[in-house]
T-cell receptor, first 114, second 115 residues
Framework: AQTVTQSQPEMSVQEAETVTLSCTYDTSESDYYLFWYKQPPSRQMILVIRQEAYKQQNATENRFSVNFQKAAKSFSLKISDSQLGDAAMYFCAYRGYNTDKLIFGTGTRLQVFP | GAVVSQHPSWVICKSGTSVKIECRSL??????MFWYRQFPKQSLMLMAT?????????EQGVEKDKFLINHASLTLSTLTVTSAHPEDSSFYICSVKGRSNTEAFFGQGTRLTVV
């Protein structure tokens, strides 16, 4: 069975600085998708970034980028130029290529200090 | 991203009563809908997956007679918590996915409090 592990329950960063959130996963599949979701205090889950496993190039969305290491089964999220609005719970998630089911990690609470 | 409307945002009900939560996909056809439960400071736990016109598939440990899921159309799924008890108090979140979508989109969640 696939598992997703986020080893950092909480992280903090100064405004305008850079922070990296860790995520590792375990799977025997070769094709899959990885996601980072943000859950702000409103509790609305928002997709931050998505990575297809068959793509070697790391995904980037504005200030958000990932470091995808397929062999190491690692999928970290880097937030550059952190903003106060980035404060939220961040969940790493895995989805197999032939399934619709998302498997979530336990989340990392990110605090941003002015 | 897609617009997913979940209603109500919060509800308080008496123990023993039933409560229905709606999840609507407003701008695309949701062939698959998911219902999650989230306890405070914890991750999302998948309860069930439903495909339009089919019976829902429940995850292990989720009582299908207690959590009734109906996915009658490509834009609407409902979760009914029957004979609610205080331990059912939680945050319930739906998400939807279209056949051609890679990612799922989430509703804003419903906070259920059973008193």
């Amino acid at each position: 069975a696939q598992t997703v592990t986020q080893s950092q329950p909480e992280m903090s960063v100064q405004e305008a600085e850079t922070v990296t959130l860790s995520c590792t996963y375990d799977t025997s599949e070769s094709d899959y998708y990885l996601f980072w979701y943000k859950q702000p205090p409103s509790r609305q889950m928002i997709l931050v970034i998505r990575q297809e496993a068959y793509k070697q190039q790391n995904a980037t969305e504005n200030r958000f980028s990932v470091n995808f290491q397929k062999a190491a089964k690692s999928f970290s999220l880097k937030i550059s130029d952190s903003q106060l609005g980035d404060a939220a719970m961040y969940f790493c998630a895995y989805r197999g290529y032939n399934t619709d089911k998302l498997i979530f990690g336990t989340g990392t609470r990110l605090q941003v200090f002015p | 991203g897609a617009v997913v409307s979940q209603h109500p945002s919060w509800v308080i009900c008496k123990s023993g009563t039933s409560v229905k939560i709606e999840c609507r996909s407003l701008d695309f056809q949701a062939t698959t809908m998911f219902w999650y439960r989230q306890f405070p400071k914890q991750s999302l736990m998948l309860m069930a997956t439903s495909n339009e016109g089919s019976k829902a598939t429940y995850e292990q440990g989720v009582e299908k007679d207690k959590f009734l899921i109906n996915h009658a159309s490509l834009t609407l799924s409902t979760l009914t918590v029957t004979s609610a008890h205080p331990e059912d108090s939680s945050f319930y979140i739906c998400s939807v996915k279209g056949r051609s979508n890679t990612e799922a989109f989430f509703g804003q969640g419903t906070r259920l409090t059973v008193v």
